[in-house]
């Protein structure tokens, strides 16, 4: 069954209402899935840039001890000539900014820790830094700088670390992925190059001579710094360009500019170190990177100010989308729904009209018409059905009339019928006449499918010779009645004018039969088989069913007649396929003729009665009389057909020798 026949199927054994309930059932699958598809794919986003928040905002205090840790490194290399006390107080001061801000990051990082896999992180640089209060007193000067070095490498780390999984480095939109650039890679990466700049230029101011390797590091990363800060300005700008709330470049140009050109200054003054004979003032390296440094912390806060509210405003965008969508989805589902329904509605409504008025129809109301507006396809089908109404009217009274002579006609071919099938019952042998056959037990049965059969047997006595036949005309009813009764006066014409030649018998039987068919112009033909009998002797002639011979000694032998004759009525000429067979009867020997009725006879489960067990039932029953033989093959036959209707005539012909 292919696709299009198989839905046609499942639809057309389906009411309507079932049908409205699988449609809309599977109308709200891919609906639904697409829903949820979408606003699951728009939670994604908020969780995304919920996440960058979050990451934005573990940042800020990380932010501050990168600003005051560097300094702490930087005191250790204060002149020799400076106030201890007043150095004492510039630590102690600065140790309990960074105490602050690690207080703060405590608190952040319960809050996010989790979120943002960092707890192991922070405890590893919390404890680096409990080491260091504790101990810096007892630490020699380069004990004191590398502990302060680890701890801004670590800090580093862990904003790294918190930029990686809060998503800040996969920002899909420029404007806010150039902020993220800004405050997670370039600002800090200069800031880190700024604190070394000015821990170098310190170190150089306390020495009389420096090295040329150190003059050589600091143009290096003056070069560095220089190539950041123009990447910087680059990719702001960018940002600036695919802003569209348009708040970046009103708050971070000024800064930006700002931070730029301290930039380029520091750079420009560094750019002296190149000539070797040039006098260097380190102080003024360590005063400016000193203000490059401010310079970049106050943008990197007003830039990460900016970066979450940019961020804040995408979550509201999307959820704005999510309500959005969510109320238009509401909206188009609840006017899909009141169409669905007015469409049920109406089509029940026009399904329920039509029932109303086919029900009155069959009562004989055909003057009932349906009154519907509609226009659609179920118009078409009431303006049909009206038509139909309109119709029926017209041929009402012609139906009558016929009717009436139809009444007329069926009496009359029920009393035509009856005539035929009174005369088939009259022409059939008597009891009295199988009685008066010498030699053999004789028993017949015959009964037909319909009101008249086509089968039929004979058994006739004429001057000392006895005449059986049996036979099968095709199709029932009054035609197949009429060739049988033709048949029997045939055999019965022959054997009164003493003709004991088979092919002769044959042929005038078929002859006749062949002229009246033609005449009657009706598609019959009759099988017909005939046994001559005398003293024992059996003389077979004919094409019929097989015949069933068993003997006293219960040995059975079966005859086939497809090669002793040919159908009667089907060919004008039929002499050459009539032969004869002679089979010797002994007392107590069973023969039995029957037509396919028997053998073909169905029960509910479509099962054939089948030769087999016929001949099951003459062996079991063989030492019986006729009679009895044949009782019990027709209760055997009723017993497997049952309850199922019998559709071909029935008949059977059991002789036994005396």
């Known amino acids: 069954m292919s696709r299009k026949s198989l839905g046609i199927h499942l639809m057309n054994r389906l009411s309507y209402p079932q049908k409205f309930t699988l449609i809309g059932f599977l109308f709200a699958i891919p609906l639904t899935l697409v829903m949820y598809l979408l606003i699951s794919e728009i939670n994604s986003r ?26 702490l490194q930087l005191l250790n290399y204060q ?16 140790e309990a900014k960074i105490d602050a801000n690690f207080q703060s990051l405590v608190y952040t990082d319960r809050q996010l820790g ?13 404890h680096t830094w409990q080491k260091f209060k504790l101990r810096r007193s007892q630490w020699s000067r380069e004990t004191y700088d590398f502990v302060c070095q680890n701890l801004t490498d670590n800090i580093n780390r862990l904003s790294a670390h918190v930029g990686d999984i809060s998503n800040l480095i996969l920002d899909p939109d420029l404007d806010t992925y150039y902020l993220m650039d800004a405050t997670l890679l370039k600002i800090p990466e200069m800031q880190k190059i700024l604190s070394e700049i000015r821990l170098i230029s310190q170190k150089n101011s ?30 702001m700008e960018v940002g600036f360009s695919n802003n569209r709330h348009g ?43 000193e203000r490059v440094l401010d310079s970049s912390f106050e943008l990197w806060d007003e830039t990460s100010n900016e970066l979450d509210f940019l961020l804040h405003k995408r979550i509201e965008s999307f959820i704005r989308k999510k309500v959005f969508i969510s109320f238009l989805v509401l909206i188009s589902l609840l006017i899909v729904i009141y169409l669905f329904v007015a469409f049920y509605r109406s089509v029940m409504q026009t399904v329920f009209v039509l029932d109303e008025a086919s029900k009155k129809m069959a009562s004989g109301n055909v003057d009932h018409k349906i009154i519907l507006d509609n226009r659609d396809e179920l118009g078409q089908v009431v303006a049909a059905f009206n038509k139909i109404a309109d119709a029926l009217v017209a041929a009402n009274q012609e139906i009558t009339v016929l009717n009436d002579r139809l009444k007329a006609d069926n009496l009359r071919m029920s009393a035509e019928l009856d005539v035929t099938r009174k005369i088939q019952q009259m022409l059939l042998p008597k009891d009295r006449e199988l009685k008066e056959v010498m030699g053999l037990d004789i028993a017949g049965f015959m009964e037909a499918a319909d009101e008249v059969g086509g089968d039929y047997y004979d058994v006739l006595q004429h001057k000392g010779r006895v005449k059986i ?31 004991s030649d088979p092919v002769k018998f044959f042929s005038a039987i078929n002859s006749v039969i062949y002229d009246n068919i033609q005449r009657m112009k009706c598609d019959r033909n009759a099988s017909l088989a005939l046994l001559d009998y005398q003293q024992g002797m059996l003389k077979l002639s004919g094409q019929h069913e097989e015949m069933i011979v068993v003997r006293s000694n219960g040995c059975v032998e079966r005859f086939d007649t497809i090669d002793l004759g040919f159908p009667i009525g089907l060919d004008a000429d039929i002499a050459e396929f009539v032969a004869e067979t002679i089979v010797q009867l002994y007392s107590g020997d069973v023969v039995v003729l029957y037509t396919d009725g028997i053998t073909e006879a169905k029960n509910m489960d479509k099962l054939l009665y089948g030769l087999e067990r016929l001949i099951k039932v003459i062996e079991i029953n063989s030492q019986r009389s006729a009679a009895e033989i044949r009782q019990a093959v027709i209760n055997d036959v009723r017993s497997h057909i049952g309850e199922q209707k019998v559709f071909d005539d029935i008949t059977l012909l059991v002789l036994k020798q005396k």
Do not use: C, W
Request: hydrophobic content about 40%.
């Open 469 to 499: 036949g049996i036979g099968d005309v095709t199709g029932h009813g009054l035609e197949s009645g009429v060739v049988m009764i033709m048949v029997q006066t045939a055999v019965r014409t022959l054997l009164a004018y003493n003709e």
């Open 247 to 289: 708040n970046l470049r009103s708050k971070l140009s000024d800064k930006l500019t700002k931070f730029n050109s301290v930039v380029e200054l520091l750079t420009a003054q560094l750019d002296k170190l190149i000539n070797p004979t040039a006098v260097v003032e380190y102080y003024a390296y360590l005063d400016g990177s």
């Open 46 to 71: 908020v969780d995304f840039a919920q996440k960058e928040i979050y990451g934005n905002e573990y940042l800020r205090p990380l932010r501050q001890l990168r600003q005051y840790i560097p300094k």
């Open 206 to 235: 306390l020495v009389s001579y420096v090295k040329p390797e150190k003059r050589a590091k600091l143009i290096t990363l003056a070069g560095k710094l220089r190539e950041l800060n123009q990447d910087l300005a680059i990719n």
């Open 79 to 94: 002149p020799l000539n400076t106030n201890l006390s007043a150095q004492e107080d510039t630590i102690a001061d600065l």
């Open 114 to 126: 989790k979120e943002l896999v960092s707890s192991d992180y922070f405890n590893k640089i919390y």
